[in-house]
């Protein structure tokens, strides 16, 4: 049987790291392509390539050889502190866009046939995301369309984008959108990083029993580990519908509570101090009812079991830090 040939756009990243991972466990011949190498482990793909994925010649060139699935996972992201301050818009749109436009021309000018791309949660309306204890997140209710961020409406561009060279091109899309993915190996300081390694790293650094949390933690999210956020993209890759489809958690938790459940893990004692901050939307947790029904699973690993994984790893990285 032929080995199958994935090209990982992103591959330098936290879940495109984990995907390489992923697929070489499972008989992929892998080429990952990123600005940079992965900063945690080294890389696992079979031939890694460090370059601008906004260079349209370095996509044409990295799709050839035989490529049989694309993943684009590259965009210009992070997490609140990045996305929602506004200093960052003109380049999270031109970077992420240009990036998808240059990939999907690529595949087209090569004959590659089949791809994943990694929409997000930010695209889901902000009207419906006021009330941090019942926020709708359905895939139907994406229109009329309301994002609240920039990053979010690039996201949604970009889903009609590679649908729409499905449509005209023969290009099979298979479109997920991630709800907070998170786990070891990701950024957890810096400014770019998401609520739990935040968290995480917060209450390891805590020398005097106190951590800030941005707004009044009431605010909800639902957090996805990485392992079903993979397990996730696998299903929907080999099966026959394109999405766009949630791949997230249903355990919705207000960022109070994701701070105290963080404190519990580390077994300090540890008191919230709440302070403005970038917010985002009031509520957001992924309805998982058309996963189910499409590819017959969800996410189901309880988000303390991610969380304890998570803070044992962001932990180990305060103490060398602070060992240097």
Known sequence: METKRALVCGAGGFIGSHLVRRLK????????????????????????????????????????????IVYQLAADMGGAGYIFTGDNDA??????????????????????????????????????QMDPDNPKCSEASAYPAGPDSEYGWEKLFSERLFLAFQRNFGIKAHVARFHNIFGPEGTWTGGREKSPAAMCRKVAESQDGTIEVWGDGIQTRSFLYIDECLEGVQRLVNSDFSGPV???????????????????????????????????????????????????????????????????WVSEQVAKQKAK
């Not at 000018?109 to 949660?121: E, L, P, Q, R």
């Not at 949630?246 to 105290?260: Q, R, V």
Request: proline share 4%.
């Open 246 to 312: 949630n791949i997230g958690s249903d355990e919705m938790i207000s960022i109070n509570n994701l701070a105290k459940m963080v404190a519990e893990i580390s077994g300090k004692p540890i008191a919230i101090k709440n302070i403005p901050g970038p917010l985002g939307v009031r509520g957001r947790n992924s309805d998982n009812n058309l996963i189910k029904e499409k590819l017959n699973w969800a996410p189901s690993i309880p988000l303390k079991v991610g969380i304890t994984k998570t803070y044992e």
């Open 25 to 68: 466990k499972e008989g992929y011949w892998v080429r990952g392509v990123d600005l940079k190498h992965s900063e945690f482990s080294q890389t696992a793909a079979d031939e890694f390539i460090v370059g601008d994925l906004t260079d349209a010649g370095l996509c044409k060139l990295v799709m050839q050889g035989g490529i049989d």
């Open 91 to 128: 380049n999270v749109m031109h970077n992420s866009a240009t990036i998808n436009l240059n990939i999907l021309h690529a595949m087209q000018v090569n004959g590659v046939k089949k791809v994943f791309y990694s929409s997000s949660a930010c695209i889901y309306p902000e009207y419906n």
